[in-house]
């Protein structure tokens, strides 16, 4: 069964993380097709202003690119099939009032209607979960969550 939840939020992790790629690569070609097709005027000032911020533009696109790509392939290395006895990587945990999988660096992710905190390990939430086990207690924004099971 959490098998089977991990894989379906795995899943929408992943299409999440391709679409916002698309969007980032549709981004940087249209910013930098702005760039190029900028001409030059009798006002020669404008004309490279306006191929600089398109180039600019263009670079921030592609840093967003590169980092959503690292993002993925950090995600597509994450084991689903291990039943986890500690919070660590891969795992997905329950507490009082929400469900966290520990893997990338999403935020909250609805699947199946359900609402999923995902993660990066390198987060402080998932910092301060990691190596508890069910029964451990927290604390994130000053607020204590205990962990009721982890998968």
């Known amino acids: 069964m959490h098998k089977d939840q991990k894989a379906s939020i795995l899943d929408?992790?992943?299409?999440?993380?391709?679409t916002r790629m698309e969007?980032?690569?549709?981004?940087?070609?249209a910013a930098q097709e702005s760039a190029n097709s900028n001409e030059k005027s009798s006002m020669g000032d404008k004309y490279e202003t306006?191929?600089?911020?398109?180039?600019?533009?263009r670079d921030m696109h592609a840093k967003q690119l590169a980092l959503l790509q690292d993002e993925y392939a950090k995600l597509i290395k994450v084991n689903i099939s291990v039943q986890h006895k500690i919070v660590e990587t891969g795992a997905l945990v329950q507490?009082?009032?929400?469900?966290?999988?520990?893997?990338?660096?999403?935020?909250?992710?609805?699947?199946?209607?359900?609402?999923?905190?995902?993660?990066?390990?390198q987060s402080p939430i998932a910092k301060s979960m990691l190596q508890k086990k069910k029964g451990d207690s927290f604390e994130v924004n000053q607020k204590?969550?205990?962990i009721i099971a982890v998968f």
């Open 50 to 57: 306006g191929r600089a911020m398109g180039q600019l533009d």
């Open 95 to 121: 507490t009082e009032t929400q469900q966290y999988w520990i893997a990338v660096s999403l935020g909250q992710v609805l699947v199946e209607n359900n609402k999923i905190m995902v993660v990066s390990p």
């Open 12 to 18: 929408a992790c992943k299409a999440l993380l391709e």
């Open 23 to 29: 969007e980032a690569k549709v981004a940087m070609l």
């Open 144 to 146: 204590i969550q205990k």
